[in-house]
């Protein structure tokens, strides 16, 4: 009995997720179509939330007291969160039938101008006032683009290559059609390459090397590495940090460093059950450090300690389903794929972390079989012949 009740004390400390409370919840908005599907994006800056409803509003919230900072009509739904800059931000917005970017004063909400481009594609780069990025603009580009100006520095006819762009200290490598990828500099000049294999999009022809994608540090990845370390070739979630690449596929998280080095290669049914699998469930990387990482994750909120190989966190959203979610602290935001609605939830905060592992620690340490005393072997049977002589 002894044994039973010590293996269910083990797996119940092994197994425990960490509960939330919810704090605050979006009032509900009236669509103004009959599409009843969830469209929105949320995302964070300095004090504020802001998150696209699912009236064609955009509304930037207070963290510490919910109430609203301002609200504009932006005239179209996006899962595409905004991209700031300074006290600015850019973001799509619809007239009619015309759909544009423009830039917006982030305290207030209120327009500074229209820009002359129809979309972002990518995540910008910025160097001392110019925003690089792949966008549309009469067809597919990348783009550079003078923000005090608001035009156009230099353009590059693109095809359909839609990974993300690479932006290294010294170059740009770039998605030119399909996996097809080039290098050039931050003035749109192409840098020379060992390939021999061109590409000639419209009249620009480019030098390209094929593979899946670069790193972080501009190493080429190919079909071949990805097989090797068991993750899907196309059904993956990339992103990047100064250190490390990390991609999360429908049931690996992969962490490569510097050269090419896998720092972590880890199945994620060791961490959630294969039989909670939600086809529809959101997997996002949410925060990256230099040795722990958050991510989402078959409806939960995984903290893992990749250096030392050890699970911080698991915190359960099934009961809010997540469709986006960001991280603020011990403060998660997220909208949820039941009714389309912003929370807000507070989990249990980093003293309970230490107290759980504590816990885990000592009942490890209560139960650890240790290796025999030699030296204690001996001096008992000494001492026991020396009574058997008495």
């Not at 109430?67 to 905004?82: A, C, K, M, R």
């Not at 403060?331 to 816990?359: C, H, P």
């Amino acid at each position: 009995m002894k044994t039973k009740l010590t293996l269910f004390i083990l797996i119940f400390y092994a197994t425990q997720t960490f509960s939330q409370t919810r704090i605050y919840k979006s009032e509900p908005v009236v669509r103004s179509t009959k599409d009843e599907d969830i469209y929105n994006s949320i995302t964070m800056v300095g004090n504020a939330i802001i998150v696209n409803m699912t009236n064609y509003r955009l509304r930037a919230l207070s963290k510490n007291n919910y109430e609203t900072l301002w609200e504009i009509q932006v005239g179209l739904d996006s899962n595409t969160s905004p991209y700031f800059y300074k006290d600015s931000f850019f973001y799509a917005t619809k007239k009619g039938e015309r759909s544009s970017m423009a830039q917006y004063d982030v305290k207030t909400g209120k327009l500074i101008k229209e820009l002359p481009f129809e979309s972002i594609w990518s995540k910008p780069f910025y160097v001392n006032g110019t925003m690089y990025f792949t966008g549309l603009m009469d067809g597919a580009k990348m783009l550079a683009y003078d923000i005090d100006q608001n035009q156009i520095v230099w353009e590059k006819q693109l095809g359909m290559g839609t990974a993300q762009t690479v932006y290294l200290k010294d170059k740009i490598i770039l998605d030119v059609e399909d996996k097809q990828w080039t290098e050039m500099d931050y003035n749109g000049k192409q840098i020379p390459s060992k390939s021999k294999k061109t590409i000639t999009i419209d009249s620009t022809e480019y030098n390209v090397d094929h593979y899946e994608f670069p790193t972080h540090d501009g190493k080429e990845i190919t079909e071949k590495f990805l097989r090797r370390k068991k993750v899907s070739g196309w059904d993956f979630t990339k992103e990047s940090t100064e250190k490390h690449t990390v991609l999360l596929d429908e049931r690996r998280l992969l962490i490569i460093g510097k050269g090419r080095k896998v720092v972590l290669n880890l199945d994620l049914e060791t961490l959630v059950s294969p039989d909670l699998e939600d086809y529809h469930a959101l997997r996002k990387i949410v925060k990256v450090g230099d040795e722990t990482i958050w991510i989402v994750y078959q409806n939960h909120l995984i903290h893992y300690d990749f250096k030392n190989k050890k699970l911080l966190r698991d915190v359960s959203l099934s009961n809010w389903k997540p469709y986006q979610l960001i991280l603020d602290e011990r403060t998660i935001w997220l909208i949820s794929s039941n009714d389309g609605q912003l929370y807000a939830l507070d989990f249990e905060s980093d003293g309970a972390v230490a107290e759980k592992m504590a816990r885990e620690k000592a009942i490890e340490n209560h139960y650890k079989c240790n290796l025999p005393d030699q030296e204690k072997i001996d001096a008992a049977k000494e001492i026991q012949k020396k009574l058997k002589t008495n």
